[in-house]
């Protein structure tokens, strides 16, 4: 990359003019992970936890927050979602919970912060929601898996 894409001539912050692009279809998927005790995990398996449905609430705060990335992430365009799904696989003998959120749009960028924001979220709100039965829970991970559409199609290796 030869050029910063969000610097203007005098080296200040802008927001990228996409004005120009053709809209597309775009999607990406996120992944975040959280580590904690198995009895921790077994309590949100068995809705058990004081605060209510873990994964219901995780789930309704990554849609919640994809929809909003434009107003948290300076210079990110807000764009007009088509689909936001969240979805979280809990590991109890492992102790994880494995949160995978989807974005579609179809506009002038991509959709990777909307992503990366909704599985981001839900993981924080599931450390939230359990942090009264552990404080040691761990977001461990939040990572693209993929993304289509624009100039080019991407997927994390593995």
């Known amino acids: 990359m030869t050029e910063l894409s969000h610097l203007d001539e005098q080296g200040r912050a802008r927001m990228v003019d996409v004005g120009g692009k053709a809209a597309t279809e775009r999607r990406a998927v996120a992944r975040a ?10 309590a949100i398996v068995e809705r058990g936890v004081p605060k209510g449905d873990v994964l ?3 789930r309704i705060a990554g849609i919640q927050a994809a929809k909003r990335t434009g107003e948290l992430i300076p210079l990110c365009h807000p764009l007009p979602l088509t689909y936001v799904g969240v979805e979280a696989d ?3 003998a492992e102790g994880t919970v494995t949160i995978v959120a989807e974005a579609r749009t179809t506009a002038q960028t991509g959709v990777e912060m909307e992503a990366l924001t909704a599985a981001t979220v839900a993981a924080l709100t599931v450390y939230d929601m359990v942090k009264g039965l ?3 829970v761990e977001v461990s991970e939040v990572t693209l898996l993929e993304k289509t559409g624009g100039k ?5 290796p593995g």
């Open 134 to 136: 552990e404080r040691g």
């Open 90 to 92: 809990v590991a109890v």
């Open 33 to 42: 992970r959280l580590r904690m005790s198995p009895a921790t995990a077994e």
């Open 56 to 58: 219901a609430t995780a």
């Open 152 to 156: 080019e199609d991407w997927r994390r």
